[in-house]
């Protein structure tokens, strides 16, 4: 393999190369209140699971 076959120069990737900046800090998020519709969401979601589960130990048994 011929050094023209390099995607690369030695000089692009070897120590010698230029540094990339750090990245920015991400934003710190805030703890809200729960809205009505996420919790009621969330209580349906469970709900709808424990009956799943409720009906797969159903047909185990």
Do not use: C, H
Not at 13 to 32: F, H, K, S
């Amino acid at each position: 393999m011929s050094d023209s076959d390099w995607k690369y120069d030695p000089e692009d990737v070897g120590p010698e190369a230029e540094q990339t900046p750090p990245e920015p800090e991400p934003e710190t998020l805030e703890p809200g209140s729960p809205s009505a519709e996420n919790a009621l969401f969330v209580a349906l979601g469970v709900l709808t699971m424990l009956a799943v589960f409720f009906r797969i130990a159903l047909l185990a048994a």
